[in-house]
């Protein structure tokens, strides 16, 4: 009997081997290890390729049709319970984030958790504090990286 992950944090990046390498040490620093690595690499021409044979991320390189067929396919992929976005160069803001996030929705949140998130705007990290999601209408209400998703909803 296979047990899933609770996360799977997908990350889609081309030709970003810098960007890459930050998400991974962001990854690598949280102090909690229930959570699969999925990458899903535009057929980069830089190093890419040689880092992730280096890893322990599950990816596939191959040409695809833009960042959300990358998104979809990293999703077809996943296995864990919940799933997290986090693309090349983004980092989770706390080494504690995912056993946080987990606590959360062991207590009562359980199909879908959105937060606050930094961004780095003219070589300053500012914090964009997210809108109510009910304001979809007038565009994205937090950073794709701050929003976590239950898989089967």
């Known amino acids: 009997m296979t047990i899933n992950p609770v996360f799977s944090i997908i990350t889609v990046t081309l030709n970003n081997l810098s960007g890459l390498r930050k998400t991974y040490d962001s990854i690598l620093s949280q102090n909690f290890y229930d959570y699969e690595w999925l990458v899903v690499d535009g057929n980069s021409k830089d ?3 040689s880092f992730l044979k280096s890893t322990h991320a599950q ?3 191959e040409q695809d049709h833009g960042i ?3 998104m979809n396919k990293g999703l077809d992929r996943a296995t864990g319970d919940y799933i997290i976005f986090m693309n090349a160069g983004d980092c989770f803001a706390e080494k504690d984030i995912l056993s946080t996030i987990k606590k ?3 207590d009562k949140y359980s199909d879908f ?3 606050d998130s930094f961004e780095n705007f003219n070589n300053k990290v500012i914090l964009k504090k997210s809108a109510l ?3 979809i209408k007038n565009g994205m209400f937090t950073h794709h990286q701050s929003m976590i998703y239950k898989k089967d909803v």
């Open 68 to 70: 959300y067929d990358a």
């Open 59 to 61: 990816y596939i390189s």
């Open 47 to 49: 190093a890419t390729l």
């Open 104 to 106: 959360h929705i062991e």
């Open 133 to 135: 999601h009910s304001k």
């Open 113 to 115: 958790l959105y937060g």
